[in-house]
T-cell receptor, first 110, second 111 residues
Framework: GEDVEQSLFLSVREGDSSVINCTYTDSSSTYLYWYKQEPGAGLQLLTYIFSNMDMKQDQRLTVLLNKKDKHLSLRIADTQTGDSAIYFCAERGNNNDMRFGAGTRLTVKP | KAGVTQTPRYLIKTRGQQVTLSCSPISGHRSVSWYQQTPGQGLQFLFEYFSETQRNKGNFPGRFSGRQFSNSRSEMNVSTLELGDSALYLC??????????FGQGTRLTVV
């Protein structure tokens, strides 16, 4: 099973904020990532955060990291229908491998 | 700047055959990693190459192998294909151990 856990589904209304949560288990992880995957496509890097930071903001995206609880979240402000996709949380371990969660399917309703 | 290029995009093979997938990383990136994505197992790490050397390997059988060339392009090979090898194979390229950019993937179907 995955070392990284995410809820599988999230549904929001267009214009609302979306918050996707993730927990990881490796306290020595150096970087944590959020990727977006649309049907039939590869993974698009949305943002990443170094483990010594607790917040990173990039336009509509805000990443929060609680290292004590090993909890990572991605907030998407003003969610649009084009944001509908699967969102993956990932951690980079000491061996440089990346471990992914199962993905959260975000559905944005008009 | 060109992104990560994977070829081919789609492949259909029969059980017992072998297959070679190719990945061209972003220019200047020396690290290439491979992942297998399936509905049942999600995204799983296969291996990582850096400067032509395998630096790390996931928990896959020896039928899965790879290599990296001096221009950082990488290939992965799967021998004696099984039905369960049907998956989307994704390649990621990194300059340092920070961002990892993925290609569009190669969808392999084994029949």
């Amino acid at each position: 099973g995955e070392d990284v856990e995410q809820s599988l589904f999230l549904s929001v209304r267009e214009g609302d904020s979306s918050v996707i949560n993730c927990t990881y288990t490796d306290s020595s992880s150096t970087y944590l990532y959020w990727y977006k995957q649309e049907p039939g496509a590869g993974l698009q890097l949305l943002t990443y955060i170094f483990s010594n930071m607790d917040m990173k903001q990039d336009q509509r995206l805000t990443v929060l990291l609680n290292k004590k609880d090993k909890h990572l979240s991605l907030r998407i402000a003003d969610t649009q229908t084009g944001d509908s996709a699967i969102y993956f949380c990932a951690e980079r371990g000491n061996n440089n491998d990346m471990r992914f969660g199962a993905g959260t399917r975000l559905t944005v309703k008009p | 700047k060109a992104g990560v290029t994977q070829t081919p995009r789609y492949l259909i093979k029969t059980r017992g055959q072998q297959v070679t997938l190719s990945c061209s990383p972003i220019s200047g990136h020396r690290s290439v990693s491979w992942y297998q994505q399936t509905p049942g197992q999600g995204l799983q790490f296969l291996f990582e190459y850096f400067s032509e050397t395998q630096r790390n390997k996931g928990n896959f059988p020896g039928r899965f192998s790879g290599r990296q060339f001096s221009n950082s392009r990488s290939e992965m090979n799967v021998s004696t294909l099984e039905l369960g090898d049907s998956a989307l194979y994704l390649c990621a390229s990194s300059r340092l151990n920070t961002e990892a950019f993925f290609g569009q993937g190669t969808r392999l179907t084994v029949v």
